[in-house]
């Protein structure tokens, strides 16, 4: 059994979270390098396997660099390399773009879509925009239980199989929003912003119908001009909050029952 574990462990590699616990003087090119040290390779085959992996992780220009010299980003590229070039098939990311700035993270986001292509990736993450942004299937554990599987999408549509739309129109709040509401079928109607004579401002249908025409009419019926109007799917935050909120609290003493 322990045979069996180790070598089904030989094709999983996980990348840490803090990557600045990497401090070493050592040059990039020989930390990647390192993963593969007691392989049966051929220091040609590494040399050739590592520059190949630097270059799809971007680091290739830097390869002679000292990880001390590294930014917080570029050491989590390293991180991703050292675990790319033993080729596994199982890729686990813990918290990936945590204390990146907005350019480093879309470039971590590029980079595991591109693994996602030869590899099977799971990414843990509490940045729920960036699950939805990158993953194809997303499960939601609350509590230590499983509460949800499914790609956004499905998810969205399990939550609530209704469509909503955003939108933008000129005219005083109260009578944009009664066109709104004047539409049948549509079911909920809430005020984001009223500023400038603009009203932006979310409505729920109750089934899975555009009404985005009908809403478009009414509200030039109603004398308000339409600045903007789109269909929007319900962001992974909200699944998130309606599924987990819906999970029981687990040892929880039931009423009259004494700890």
């Not at 996980?14 to 090119?29: D, R």
């Not at 049966?40 to 520059?51: G, L, N, P, S, Y």
């Not at 005219?171 to 912003?193: F, H, I, M, N, Y």
């Not at 899975?208 to 789109?230: I, K, M, P, W």
Request: proline letters at 5%; aromatic letters at 4%; a negative charge.
């Amino acid at each position: 059994a322990q045979d069996n574990i180790r070598r089904r462990a030989q094709h999983i590699g996980y990348v840490m979270q803090n990557p600045n616990q990497m401090i070493s003087k050592t040059m990039i090119f020989e930390e990647v390098a390192l993963a593969l040290q007691g392989s049966d390779m051929t220091q040609e085959q590494i040399r050739q396997r590592v520059e190949d992996t630097l270059k799809v992780c971007g680091l290739y220009p830097f390869r002679n660099w000292p990880i001390s010299a590294l930014s917080f980003g570029q050491k989590k590229r390293v991180t991703i390399a050292s675990v790319l070039v033993q080729q596994p098939e199982l890729i686990i990311l813990d918290e990936p773009t945590v204390g990146l700035d907005p350019a480093q993270m879309i470039e971590i986001r590029n980079l595991i879509r591109e693994l996602g292509k030869a590899h099977t990736v799971i990414l843990s993450s509490h940045i729920l925009s960036e699950v939805q942004a990158v993953c194809q299937q997303v499960l939601i554990l609350s509590k230590g239980r499983l509460v949800a599987v499914g790609s956004p999408e499905e998810l969205g549509e399990t939550l609530n199989p209704g469509s909503r739309l955003r939108a933008t129109a000129q005219g005083e709040p109260d009578t944009v929003l009664a066109a709104v509401r004047s539409v049948p079928g549509v079911c909920k109607v809430e005020l984001e912003s009223a500023a400038n004579g603009q009203v932006t401002f979310t409505a729920e249908s109750e089934d899975a119908a555009d009404r985005r025409a009908a809403v478009s009419r009414a509200l030039t019926e109603a004398g308000c001009t339409v600045l903007a109007l789109a269909a929007e799917n319900r962001s992974l935050e909200e699944v998130f909050l309606a599924l987990t909120e819906k999970t029981p609290e687990q040892n929880t003493p039931a009423e009259g029952e004494e700890n």
